[in-house]
């Protein structure tokens, strides 16, 4: 019985530092949000300029022309 004391004491004990852990005087960062890399942001634009240049493509799907929206 005093081992499930003890663990139980040592487990109260650690919530109790867990609880410490956002103080109302800690310090704060701020949360500039996740944005993203500028490599894929180049990228992004380079597909997009190469979409608008090549343009809708006529194709044939099972001998119908796909229709364009």
Same mark, same amino acid.
């Given at each position: 019985?005093? $081992?499930?004391? *003890?663990? +139980?004491? =040592? +487990?109260?004990?650690? !919530?109790?530092? *867990?609880? %410490?852990? @956002? =103080? &109302?005087? !800690? &310090?704060?960062?701020? #949360?500039? +949000? &996740? %944005?993203? @890399?500028?490599?894929?942001? %180049?990228? *992004? #634009? *380079? =597909?997009?300029?190469? !979409? #608008? %240049? $090549? +343009? &809708?493509?006529? !194709?044939q799907a099972c001998g119908t022309p796909l229709q364009?929206?």
């Amino acid at each position: 019985m005093l $081992i499930y004391y *003890a663990v +139980g004491r =040592l +487990g109260v004990q650690l !919530a109790q530092e *867990a609880s %410490r852990s @956002a =103080l &109302p005087d !800690a &310090p704060v960062m701020r #949360d500039d +949000g &996740p %944005r993203p @890399a500028m490599f894929r942001v %180049r990228t *992004a #634009d *380079a =597909l997009h300029r190469l !979409a #608008d %240049r $090549i +343009g &809708p493509v006529e !194709a044939q799907a099972c001998g119908t022309p796909l229709q364009h929206v």
